[in-house]
């Protein structure tokens, strides 16, 4: 069982940063796949960033490459999104998941745990 909880949201102006940050708890945090994924009000849950158990190789949504990173420190359990010069199609509730499974990382169904979401909101 892993717990997720997600923080660092908030209302920020277009152009601005946030870094999320995600908490899991139980010592099996690092044979995990981590990933962010975003819901948008009346809109489906996207993908926006993935990172392996290792920290190894990181996947991104085209929309926001070069402007979000995702990182994570096994040592403290923590999964992290940094998010620059957002806009305000950045705007939605964020989640963080964890998956055991291989597959796409892009894939919602191959996460087995999410947490229950920080809001980020961008103002233009």
């Known amino acids: 069982q892993v717990q997720l909880v997600e923080s660092g949201g908030g209302l920020v102006q277009a152009g601005g940063s946030l870094r999320l940050s995600c908490a899991a708890s139980?010592?099996?945090?690092?044979?995990?796949?981590m990933g962010w994924f975003r819901q948008a009000p009346g809109k489906d849950r996207d993908f926006v960033a993935a990172i392996t158990w290792s920290g190894g190789s990181t996947y991104y949504a085209d929309f926001v490459k070069g402007r979000f990173t995702i990182s994570r420190d096994n040592a403290k359990n923590t999964v992290y999104l940094q998010m620059n010069n957002l806009e305000p199609e950045d705007t939605a509730v964020y989640y963080c998941?964890?998956?055991?499974?291989?597959?796409?990382?892009?894939?919602?169904?191959?996460?087995?745990?999410w947490g229950q979401g920080t809001q980020v909101t961008v103002s233009s």
């Open positions: 139980g010592r099996t945090f690092s044979k995990y796949r």
């Open positions: 998941a964890a998956a055991q499974k291989s597959g796409s990382s892009s894939d919602l169904s191959l996460y087995d745990y």
